[in-house]
């Protein structure tokens, strides 16, 4: 049967459960709605590769039975969603914080913390960018502060010997957890940064962005670099890389960083949300690497699903955000909680 044959088959077959739901009262959606079952899941664009590429193998996995979105509104839109009880898991670039854990406690959502990954934040510039090699933490904090709003305008001002070129800013939006983590590690406040710049939660917005601009500079997490490298070059911080070794090593910071999911108390008892965790503890250190982002060790994950498991709530952050924290450091403390 060829293509257009098995699709006018297909439209008869269709034809014909159509007469028959329709003869007995019930439509086609009915029915679906109560064979497929649902996870919702939104939050951040940094930690969508990793929860796709999950999504996607536990979606043929289970062959149709369980149905999994992905949304993309940010880590601090993610969590807004999430405490409104509108989400089963949240995806999330950095630790939950105190106004968000008071949030969810006023809806009486609880949640489980889960690190799926390391992520590298990447200092992205235009391919035709020459000079831009390396800038120190230092500099982008001159490039990135509110102070620099209307002053740092061109290359030259970073640095002598930078050319005297107009320089295109583009960042994480305010909701994003990216942009939480760069101002703390930069800047040394969290949500401190210059305004002038174009902001999105879509990290593709952003690679567009560098890579049609020569004098362009901006910042996402490393897969997206990764994924676009022939038409973006990564800027050494402090003459360190961003790579899977420099994560590993703890070299690379502070843009080092570890990525999670949160699963909501309302969620955990639903089938397919355990089985959909499970799935996902169990198989994110390779669709971790397949994405280009840095996996856990694998007792990382095993211990992650026995907190899932053992239903333990709440976050080993405190409500605050974690800069610099290095892999070892992060398995340690979630051991002890």
Not at 119 to 138: F, I
Request: glycine share 8%; proline share 4%; aromatic share 10%.
């Amino acid at each position: 049967m060829n293509r257009i044959n098995f699709k006018l088959h297909s439209w008869k077959v269709l034809s014909v459960v159509s007469l028959v739901t329709a003869t007995l009262g019930i439509s086609i959606s009915a029915v679906q709605s109560q064979s497929v079952k649902t996870v919702q899941i939104d939050g951040s664009s940094t930690v969508f590769p990793v929860t796709e590429a999950v999504a996607e193998e536990f979606q043929k996995a289970q062959k149709g039975k369980v149905r999994v979105t992905v949304g993309v509104s940010g880590t601090g839109g993610g969590f807004k969603k999430f405490c409104r009880g509108e989400t089963d898991i949240s995806n999330a670039s950095r630790p939950i914080l105190q106004k968000e854990i008071d949030e969810c406690k006023a809806a009486g959502i609880r949640y489980i913390e889960l690190p799926v990954a390391y992520d590298a934040l990447t200092v992205v510039v235009n391919p035709q960018n020459t000079w831009a090699k390396n800038l120190t933490v230092a500099e982008l904090k001159k490039i990135w502060e509110p102070g620099a709003q209307g002053k740092i305008n061109n290359w030259n001002q970073v640095r002598s010997g930078f050319p005297n070129a107009p320089m295109k800013l583009f960042g994480a939006g305010t909701n994003s957890g990216t942009f939480d983590y760069f101002t703390e590690a930069i800047v040394g406040k969290s949500k401190s940064s210059r305004g002038d710049f174009t902001a999105s939660e879509d990290d593709n917005v952003l690679v567009q962005g560098v890579s049609s601009d020569k004098n362009a500079l901006g910042y996402f997490g490393y897969a997206y670099y990764a994924e676009n490298n022939k038409k973006l070059k990564a800027v050494s911080v402090n003459g360190v890389s961003p790579s899977e070794a420099t994560v590993k090593n703890g070299t690379y910071n502070p843009l080092s960083r570890p990525i999670f999911i949160y699963v909501s108390s309302k969620a955990i008892d639903k089938p397919e949300v355990k089985q959909f965790v499970d799935f996902y503890m169990k198989n994110a250190a390779k669709l971790v690497k397949e994405v280009r982002y840095v996996s856990l060790p694998a007792s990382a994950y095993t211990t992650a699903l026995g907190h899932f498991n053992k239903k333990r709530y709440g976050s080993i952050f405190g409500g605050k955000e974690a800069v610099g924290l290095k892999i070892e450091d992060l398995i340690s403390r979630d051991a002890k909680e």
